[in-house]
């Protein structure tokens, strides 16, 4: 089992940025990857970068590519998603979640800190 608390979510005007944080409890954090989704009100969950737990992989979404940043700490247990150059469609609520090394799903899932853009 993992805990998954996600934070720095808040209102930004849009061009500014933001960085959120997903802290993991447990002692496998290094073997799980991390994902970031979104979901916006009366849309479905839409996958915005995920970070392998061997080599660091990465992958992002179509629609924050170039503009969002994923990385993780092993040390802290912890995996960030740094936003930058926000655009008012970027609002919804973020989820962290992971995905263990001996599962194809994103197994564990956080609460959601919500990200407001303003126009």
């Known amino acids: 089992q993992v805990q998954l608390v996600e934070s720095g979510g808040g209102l930004v005007q849009a061009g500014g940025s933001l960085r959120l944080s997903c802290a993991a409890s447990?002692?496998?954090?290094?073997?799980?990857?991390m994902g970031w989704f979104r979901q916006a009100p009366g849309k479905e969950r839409e996958f915005v970068a995920a970070?392998?737990?061997?080599?660091?992989?990465?992958i992002y979404g179509d629609s924050v590519k170039g503009r969002f940043t994923i990385s993780r700490d092993n040390a802290k247990n912890t995996v960030y998603l740094q936003m930058n150059s926000l655009k008012p469609e970027d609002t919804a609520v973020y989820y962290c979640?992971?995905?263990?090394?001996?599962?194809?799903?994103?197994?564990?899932w956080g609460q959601g800190t919500q990200v407001t853009v303003s126009s």
């Open positions: 970070i392998s737990w061997i080599g660091g992989i990465t």
């Open positions: 447990g002692r496998t954090f290094s073997r799980y990857g």
């Open positions: 979640a992971a995905q263990p090394d001996y599962s194809r799903e994103y197994d564990f």
